[in-house]
């Protein structure tokens, strides 16, 4: 088995050389994946995992716009349409200034099996731009956005691509981006989800990746007749997924140790209570500043500079800012500190070690794909919700959230759990999600 999935692997890199991530999610998948599908004769012999790992499109443009003080600049914009053969693509867009084609493709990977975890009939894709937000004005944010759309708009629409939010794309982006689409397509249409309420957006949805890997954690912990109820909590990042796993982790009881950015994080052992997240929000929604800022207006709590906070003693870790943020160093010491459960709200935050020592542990580990899939999946209820013309209430939205997320926790249960009764989650997530596009594309045939 090992030499089928290395060659596979060789011969995915010789086609996909100078990209790490991308690299690092087909590995992760192919481990499982290969063997599942040498064991099932449906799937054998059609080279469908080969077809899984070619984008069907990568779109690749340039972005000029004009900055305050009236120079031109360029960035690159990219859409990645990976997979449509269970819907249309869907997934976010990322500004940040380390985008690049290796990072979206990663995502874009990893987004067409979240999005077939979800249930909801949507393919998968990412986008985004090598564009820094920091720093910029409202300006020129608007006038960025409205570039990027000036270009992308060819490529999308409701029912063939239907992008969102990721880090450094809010609320404030997509409503920027859906006003450049409606000036340009002279239509109103569901083709972005994550909009504000007023105008097509679904209540829940800024919520939902965030509550959405609680409601994960809590079903792994059921497993263990566990609870999150006491437990101490440490979440890196201080973003979208964040700002709203502290929120959930708070309503069901649990104590919030720290939050982070990219200059370090904050550790606050009274607890960041909920008067806490609501400083942190408007510090980071609205003046859009610093988490060190955070010991400037509670001077309990300590600030360490450029450091993740893995080395906070916990129970549970929510890795909520970025990929590859949680080593295998980092694992250990999450180990040997007792931590017991490790649901990720970013995609893809550990490396193939931190994941092996997890694994090797045995404790409560799920990946991004399954975990974090409550940002995409109330995201197809916006497109719902858009097609319907219609607005479900919150309690609709959370208790439809609940039940995908408890569906998810099903599916990797049925697919990833041992003969000793170990629930492997990644391997779960990764042939469920595998499954349902794979039944697709052979229905579809060789296109
Ligand atoms: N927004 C959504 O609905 C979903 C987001 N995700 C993932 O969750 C993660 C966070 O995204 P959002 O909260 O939406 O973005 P955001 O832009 O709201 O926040 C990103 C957070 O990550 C931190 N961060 C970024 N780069 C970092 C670095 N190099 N080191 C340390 N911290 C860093 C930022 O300071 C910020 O706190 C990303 O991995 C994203 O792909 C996954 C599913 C859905
Ligand atoms: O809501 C969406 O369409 C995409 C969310 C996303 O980018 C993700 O799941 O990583």
Redesign the pocket.
């Known amino acids: 088995m090992k030499n089928i999935i290395d060659g596979f692997l060789a011969l995915v890199k010789q086609r996909n050389d100078h990209e790490p991530e991308f690299m690092q999610a087909v590995e992760e998948l192919a481990e499982n994946v290969i063997p599942f599908i040498v064991e099932n004769e449906r799937y054998y012999g059609k080279n469908l995992l080969l077809r899984m790992v070619e984008p069907e499109r990568v779109l690749i443009f340039r972005i000029t716009w004009v900055d305050d003080n009236g120079e031109i600049q360029v960035n690159r914009g990219y859409r990645i349409q990976m997979n449509s053969a269970i819907g249309p693509y869907k997934g976010?867009l990322?500004f940040?200034p380390?985008v690049n084609l290796s990072i979206l493709k990663f995502?874009a990977f990893e987004q067409v099996f979240k999005n077939s975890l979800t249930s909801l009939p949507m393919g998968g894709g990412k986008g985004g731009s090598d564009f820094n937000p920091k720093g910029k004005s409202e300006g020129e944010i608007m006038r960025f956005c409205q570039a990027f759309m000036s270009e992308m708009y060819r490529h999308i629409g409701p029912s063939t691509d239907v992008p969102?939010?990721?880090?450094?794309?809010?609320a404030r982006e997509i409503g920027y981006m859906l006003g450049m689409y409606k000036k340009l397509k002279n239509e109103f249409t569901g083709v972005l989800t994550?909009k504000g309420l007023s105008y097509g957006g679904s209540l829940i949805r800024p919520e939902?990746?965030g509550y959405g890997a609680v409601y994960f954690a809590q079903k792994m912990l059921e497993t263990k007749k566990d609870t999150i109820f006491g437990k101490n909590v440490v979440i890196?990042?201080?973003?979208?997924?964040?700002q709203f796993a502290v929120e959930k982790a708070l309503h069901l009881g649990a104590k919030v140790l720290t939050l982070?950015?990219?200059s370090g994080y904050v550790y606050d052992a009274d607890g960041i209570d909920e008067e806490k997240l609501a400083f942190v929000m408007k510090l980071?929604n609205e003046k859009r500043g610093r988490?060190s800022e955070y010991i400037e207006t509670y001077p309990k709590a300590t600030f360490v500079k450029g450091k993740?906070p893995w080395g906070i003693k916990c129970d549970i870790a929510l890795p909520?800012?970025?990929?590859n943020?949680l080593n295998g160093d980092d694992a250990n010491i999450l180990l040997g500190n007792g931590c017991i459960c490790v649901a990720e709200?970013?995609?893809m935050?550990s490396t193939l070690k931190a994941v092996e020592a997890f694994q090797k542990a045995k404790i409560l580990y799920a990946p991004?794909k399954a975990s974090?899939a409550g940002?995409?999946a109330v995201s197809g209820l916006e497109m719902t919700q858009n097609s319907l013309r219609y607005q479900w209430t919150r309690e609709e939205v959370d208790n439809k959230l609940k039940n995908i997320m408890s569906d998810i926790h099903k599916s990797c249960l049925k697919y990833g759990t041992c003969d000793d009764g170990y629930v492997d989650y990644v391997k779960g997530a990764n042939i469920a999600g595998f499954v349902k596009v794979a039944d697709a594309m052979l229905a579809q045939g060789v296109v």
């Open positions: 976010g990322r940040h380390s995502l969102a939010g990721d880090i450094g794309v809010g994550g939902a990746t890196s990042g201080s973003g979208n997924v964040a982070s950015d990219s980071k988490i993740t909520c800012a970025t990929q943020e709200g970013a995609n935050p991004g974090n940002g995409v």
